[in-house]
C-alpha cells in the first residue's frame, strides 16, 4: 500500500491491518473530519496520535513516545469541539515519559473489560466532556494521573480487577465515583496520594498500599474509601 509520509522513515499498514514505522522516532499520526475505527494495530517509534471530528475506536497501539486520542478540541480545526466518544478495545503501551497518555473526548470514553493502558512512568490524563468514563486498566507506573469525567460518572468497567495503578490519583466527576447509574462497584486503586471531587454523587475507591489522602469533595454520602496500608490525612 501506498505509505503515509513520517518524519524520518515511512508510515506503511500491512495485509494484518498493522500500521507502522520503519524509521527512527516516527510519528503515527491519523486525522479525519469523522470517525476512525482502527480494527487492526499501531506499532510506532514515535508518538502515536488518533484526532478525529467524531467516534474513534482503537485496538492495539505500541508507541515509542506518547499516545495521543482526541476527538474534543481539533487542532485542524480551529479548536473547533467534536462529537462521539472514544473506545479502547485492546492494549495500548507507550514508552514516552512527560505525557504519555493522554485521551479528551466530546462525549464519553469507555474501556472494554480487558483493555489496558500502560506507561513507564510518564502521566496520564483522561477527560470525558460530556460522557462517562468506564475504566479497564490503567497502569502509568509511577506517573500521575488525572480523571475528569466533567458531567458524568467514572466507573469500573472490569469488576475485581485494579483499575488504577499510580504515583498519585486526581479524579473529578460531576455524577460520581465507582458508581454509576445502575450499579457500585468501587474503584480498585494502588496510588500513594488521592484526591478526589464529585457534584452530585457519592464517592467509592478500594486502594492497596499506604495512602496520602487529599482534598476530598462530596455533596453526597457515602463517601467510601479504604486502603490496606496506612492512611495520611
Keep these: 500500500p501506498a505509505p503515509y509520509e513520517g518524519n524520518t522513515g515511512n508510515i506503511t499498514q500491512d495485509r494484518d491491518g498493522i500500521i507502522r514505522t520503519d524509521g527512527t522516532d516516527t510519528e503515527v499520526g491519523l486525522s479525519a473530519n469523522g470517525t476512525i475505527t482502527l480494527t487492526g ?12 471530528s467524531d467516534a474513534i475506536a482503537v485496538n492495539d497501539i505500541e508507541s515509542g513516545g506518547g499516545i495521543y486520542l482526541d476527538n474534543f478540541v481539533l487542532p485542524f480545526a480551529d479548536a473547533i469541539i467534536g462529537s462521539g466518544d472514544i473506545t479502547i478495545n485492546g492494549t495500548l503501551t507507550a514508552a514516552a515519559g512527560g505525557n504519555a497518555f493522554i485521551a479528551y473526548s466530546a462525549g464519553g470514553i469507555t474501556m472494554a473489560e480487558t483493555s489496558t493502558v500502560t506507561g513507564t512512568g510518564g502521566d496520564f490524563s483522561l477527560y470525558a466532556d460530556t460522557g462517562d468514563i468506564m475504566l479497564g486498566q490503567l497502569d502509568a507506573d509511577g506517573g500521575d494521573v488525572t480523571i475528569n469525567a466533567d458531567q458524568g460518572w467514572v466507573s469500573d468497567n472490569n469488576e475485581e480487577a ?3 495503578t499510580a504515583n498519585s490519583l486526581q479524579i473529578e466527576a460531576f455524577e460520581g465515583i465507582g458508581n454509576n447509574a445502575a450499579t457500585v462497584d468501587a474503584l480498585e486503586t494502588r496510588v500513594s496520594t488521592l484526591a478526589a471531587e464529585t457534584d452530585t454523587g457519592n464517592i467509592q475507591i478500594a486502594n492497596t498500599g499506604a495512602l496520602i489522602i487529599g482534598e476530598i469533595t462530596s455533596t453526597m454520602l457515602p463517601v467510601n474509601i479504604t486502603t490496606t496500608g496506612a492512611v495520611i490525612n
Design 162 to 164: 485494579n483499575n488504577i
Design 41 to 52: 494495530a499501531i506499532q510506532s517509534s514515535g508518538s502515536a496520535n488518533v484526532v478525529a
